[in-house]
């Protein structure tokens, strides 16, 4: 039988001097609080209280036990009241994970902003030793997680931050070099960079998108800031977060490919664990991404020519 259960029936009838002032007290019945006390000194294997046909006291061992068992509880009250408020306060601390490149970029400024808005909050930011098992950032201790792909699985909660958009791009030299593809099947005969998570590139939206598997890899890593260096050198074509290279296609040092032909925006979603409620710094975590990703929106091209555009910010700035 539960110990806490019992201790609190034992204390109960120690501070009301009898069973059935117990009962009362606890919602219970005399016999119930009786078989309680009962357990509670098998368990300990010391007689605790005097029982008489008039009367309830407790024995030297029982009035010990009493005072202890007492102040256990309500330790243990308090301590339960501390973590609920904890819970229901934008406080304490907060673990986040993310894939590298998304929290050297959009990502990273946006939790600086967050902790800066925030002080009570104290931030992990991790990058990288993304698993794909999505619940594995539960196990590692993390609160949340950041993924941008696709993701099925009831066994955690998820929320959409944002939508990351992807420009397919090469430096002049190569271009000149060895001319640009006009049609997306053209993309076989060239060389390309590709992230080691990503041999198949997407072009097109719904119904019209097209796969293409790579076929010439002549440069690829696990990062698309080393993808994006070997771009500038003229190395191939490559398909980069367009944050990444708005300054670049900015700048003329790389130029857009297959303009006419868009290429999809990767989901940034948050996933975090299940369960009810979720825990305030969480939701405030979650709510003021969302904010800071429409206050500051990523930079976009021109449809047909693939030339940027200027970059329009609502609200704040760094909200």
Not at 26 to 44: F, T
Not at 49 to 78: C, D, H, M, Q
Not at 95 to 115: C, E, R, T
Not at 276 to 296: I, Q, S, Y
């Amino acid at each position: 039988m539960d110990r806490m259960l019992l201790m609190r029936s034992f204390v109960t009838v120690a501070q009301l001097g009898s069973f059935s002032g117990a009962a009362r007290a606890l919602s219970s019945s005399g016999s119930l609080v009786s078989r309680h006390v009962a357990e509670l000194e098998r368990q300990i294997g010391v007689r605790l209280v005097n029982r008489t046909a008039r009367s309830v006291s407790l024995t030297e061992p029982g009035l010990r036990y009493a005072e202890f068992a007492a102040r256990i509880l309500k330790e243990i009250e308090a301590e339960d009241a501390g973590i609920a408020q904890l819970h229901d306060r934008a406080e304490g601390g907060l673990s986040v994970v993310s894939p590298k490149w998304i929290g050297s970029l959009d990502l990273g400024d946006a939790i600086a902003a967050f902790s800066a808005a925030h002080p009570k909050i104290v931030v992990r930011f991790e990058l990288g030793g993304m698993s794909d098992r999505t619940y594995d950032f539960l196990d590692s201790g993390f609160d949340v997680a950041l993924h941008t792909r696709d993701l099925r699985d009831s066994s955690v909660h998820l929320k959409k931050v944002a939508s990351l958009p992807f420009a397919l791009c090469a430096a002049p030299e190569y271009l000149d070099r060895c001319g640009a593809p006009a049609h997306p099947n053209e993309l076989a005969a060239h060389d390309c960079l590709v992230h080691v998570n990503e041999p198949v590139w997407r072009l097109g939206h719904g119904s019209s998108s097209t796969l293409h598997k790579i076929r010439k890899v002549v440069y690829s890593s696990n990062s698309y800031l080393a993808l994006q260096k070997a771009a500038v050198h003229g190395r191939g074509i490559a398909l980069l977060p367009q944050r990444s290279v708005y300054d670049d296609l900015l700048a003329g040092t790389l130029r857009p490919v297959l303009p006419g032909h868009l290429v999809p925006e990767r989901p940034l979603y948050a996933i975090y664990a299940p369960g009810r409620p979720t825990p305030r710094k969480v939701t405030v975590f979650l709510a003021f991404l969302g904010e800071w990703f429409r206050n500051n929106p990523i930079p976009t091209l021109e449809p047909r020519s693939g030339t940027p555009l200027p970059v329009v910010r609502t609200g704040r700035p760094g909200r």
